[in-house]
């Protein structure tokens, strides 16, 4: 997957809106709240996703599983015609 | 094989990632969230869109090399076609299986009256409050269970 673009303190990931349901990422949000802090902005055709404080004694890509809950919650919904 | 459809568009044995590119118009977004569900567990994913073209982000949670990571790129393709199919049979059937659903539910809730024209759509499958309507009778003695009779008894 492409790196997300990172600085000391904030990685960012983009998600396409068409692939990714707002209410899905943000649930997403909810479930990694307590390893990371997320913010959600819309940009053009994509979900930007600010990133930071992320926990650094976890075992496991924080930034990558987020991605993946909010692609399978995206998912989900779309299936039970939620999105 | 011509992969003008999909397509491997980067393949990085170093970080175990690749990425796939493929046509909007031959796999519907429901079919590529299917196959991409089914990568979740061993793979990180991550779904884009570029024109006409979806890119698929795969990075694998343990490393992998080179001739792996094609094996899983195939992987990848041979799911969007399986789930292609089983979109495209559920779409098929959807309407058969609404009515055979529909039909179960009525006849197990035994509360479904006839419709004003008098068909039996949507009717009852059996009348609980007739005796004669099938369920307790029995002419072809189909629930007499059968044994073989022991040596001796007959």
Redesign the interface.
């Known amino acids: 997957?492409?790196a997300p673009t990172a600085d000391a303190e904030t990685t960012t990931?983009?998600?396409?809106r068409?692939?990714?349901a707002e209410d899905a990422i943000t649930e997403a949000a909810e479930t990694f709240a307590g390893l990371a802090s997320f913010a959600l902005r819309a940009d053009g055709?994509h979900y930007v996703v600010d990133i930071s404080a992320i926990a650094r004694d976890v075992d496991g890509?924080v930034v990558?599983?987020f991605?993946?809950f909010a692609?399978?919650n995206?998912?989900r919904r779309?299936?039970s015609g939620h999105a | 094989m011509p992969m003008s459809r999909s397509q491997i568009e980067t393949l990085n044995a170093g970080s175990s990632t690749l990425t796939l590119s493929l046509d909007v118009g031959l796999y519907p977004r429901d079919v590529l969230y299917a196959a991409a569900y089914v990568f979740l567990d061993r793979a990180y994913v991550l779904l884009d869109r570029r024109e006409s073209r979806f890119v698929v982000h795969l990075r694998a949670k343990r490393p992998l090399d080179e001739p792996t990571l094609h094996a899983m790129a195939g992987e990848f393709e041979n799911e969007l076609l399986a789930q292609a199919l089983r979109h495209q049979v559920a779409a098929a059937n959807q309407r058969i299986i609404e009515d055979v659903v529909s039909v179960a539910i009525a006849g197990a809730a035994g509360d479904v009256e006839s419709n004003a024209a008098g068909t039996l759509e949507g009717a009852p499958l059996i009348d609980p409050q007739d005796p004669e309507d099938g369920f307790v009778a029995d002419p072809l003695g189909i629930a007499h269970p059968w044994e073989p009779e022991k040596p001796g008894t007959g």
């Open positions: 997957m492409p990931v983009r998600l396409h068409a692939l990714y055709e890509d990558a599983e991605c993946n692609l399978a995206s998912a779309r299936r």
